[in-house]
């Protein structure tokens, strides 16, 4: 159905006004008219002069540095945009992306190996909590700066943190790795006599839309709405046209969070590490060209086609995101008949889906089924651990040890917090609880 939202109605009452009031904007005037005074200064983010000294240090001296790709779309963001803005100021050489190799992965897991060359990790949109990860490579001597969103669970007095929400005179908490990244490349800026951190706007726009942080924040919405009205990233671009203009819709908030976050998130969740890795190339724009060989039909045989990376990137993209509403449906499925058998009274549904679901679909098909069951659910996955304990001779020894993880996703804040519940029922170790 079409509509329009006329300014006053029959009742002479502002519509426009009282639809934003009833989503907590009291000022209508003043957010629909947003300007950049509502900009936080970034030097009221604690650490940042500290981190730019860092980064500023490391860059004068040559050094080789390194950047972790956490796996969703703001991890991808962040670290395209700061991966770009450092290949202008170090040789290419010195600066190596570190990718996860396996799916969901965030900060500085197992999977994640350093290199012993590198002597700046940066990590956006992860690393707060990883404190024993950060002393390993302290003890090294790496210096580590992260740019992260999440809230603090331990202290880490082994990396420099940037940290919206661990910064007391930052109002603003509504912002996501790559806002925090966005503010980083500020400051840099003025110390460097530069001005580039405003060409990754689009890419901040959609990390923060990806991530579904709250826009009734005034900086954050600006920051939104400039980035979508000046989108210059060859990758976003190719997604954009591909998923938006080429079908006729509008570009905002919305379309962008259903066309194109879905998209990216398919190949994030399900794309071979291949995949994942060509994605991240084309978001840093390397300009590079493949053979294609196209399917045949009746009435065109199959040839080989040049393919650009944003193109590519799209394309495979498309096809992970298939594999993935494929794959999610089936499961879903199956766990539809394992809970009709559940308690009805049970404040929460907790499955163990290690038979039945791939450990990178765990997020989207907790949302589905909270939907169906109309409550939280948390979906599990078996894994083994190793670790050390002492036997009881007082030796060493190692140990396997079953732990699950997963996801789990509240139904309409039918519990006012699914982290605070899980942290109570003290079944899952606190600092591993995150919310998304």
């Known amino acids: 159905m079409k509509y329009k939202i006329y300014e006053k109605g029959k009742n002479e009452e502002n519509v426009v006004a009282r639809i934003l009031k009833n989503r907590g904007i009291e000022d209508y005037n003043t957010y629909l008219n947003l300007d950049d005074s509502v900009i936080i200064p970034y030097n009221r983010l604690d650490n940042i002069e500290k981190a730019v000294e860092c980064y500023k240090r490391h860059i004068d001296l040559g050094n080789k540095i390194g950047i972790l790709i956490d796996t969703d779309v703001d991890g991808f963001c962040s670290a395209s945009m700061m991966y770009s803005y450092t290949k202008r100021l170090l040789d290419e050489n010195k600066l190596v992306y570190v990718v996860h190799s396996k799916a969901k992965a965030h900060g500085l897991g197992a999977d994640v190996e350093i290199q012993d060359d590198i002597k700046l990790l940066i990590i956006p949109d992860a690393g707060t909590n990883d404190t024993e990860e950060c002393k390993k490579l302290y003890d090294k001597n790496i210096d580590i700066i992260i740019l992260d969103h999440h809230e603090k669970e331990s202290e880490n007095p082994y990396a420099i943190i940037v940290n919206n929400q661990m910064s007391e005179n930052y109002e603003n908490k509504s912002l996501c790795g790559a806002g925090v990244v966005y503010k980083f490349l500020q400051a840099l800026d003025e110390e460097m006599w530069m001005e580039e951190a405003d060409n990754y706007l689009d890419l901040c726009a959609l990390a923060n839309i990806s991530d579904v942080m709250d826009m009734r924040s005034y900086e954050t919405r600006r920051i939104v709405n400039k980035g979508l009205s000046n989108i210059i990233n060859k990758c976003f ?5 591909a998923q938006i203009i080429d079908t006729g819709k509008n570009v905002n908030i919305h379309n962008i969070q259903w066309n194109v976050t879905n998209i990216l998130n398919g190949c994030i969740r399900m794309g071979s590490l291949e995949d994942q890795e060509i994605l991240f190339r084309s978001f840093i724009e390397t300009d590079e060209v493949f053979d294609y060989k196209t399917r045949a039909n009746k009435d065109k045989p199959s040839q080989i086609v040049e393919e650009n990376i944003y193109d590519r990137a799209v394309r495979l993209s498309k096809n992970a995101k298939s594999r993935q509403d494929r794959a999610r449906e089936k499961s879903f499925k199956q766990l539809v008949e394992i809970v009709r058998d559940f ?50 001779n007082g030796e060493n020894e190692i140990k396997s040890v079953e732990t699950f993880g997963g996801s789990g996703r509240n139904f309409k804040n039918s519990i006012e917090s699914l982290k605070d519940t899980l942290e109570e029922i003290k079944v899952f170790k606190p600092n591993q609880i995150v919310e998304e």
């Open 237 to 241: 671009l190719a997604f954009n046209n």
């Open 343 to 392: 308690p009805k009274d049970d404040k929460i549904v907790m499955v163990d889906v290690s038979e039945i679901l791939d450990n990178s679909l765990t997020g989207v098909t907790a949302i589905k089924l909270a939907e169906y069951c109309r409550k939280p659910c948390i979906l599990l996955n078996k894994h083994v651990e190793k670790e050390n304990v002492i036997n009881e």
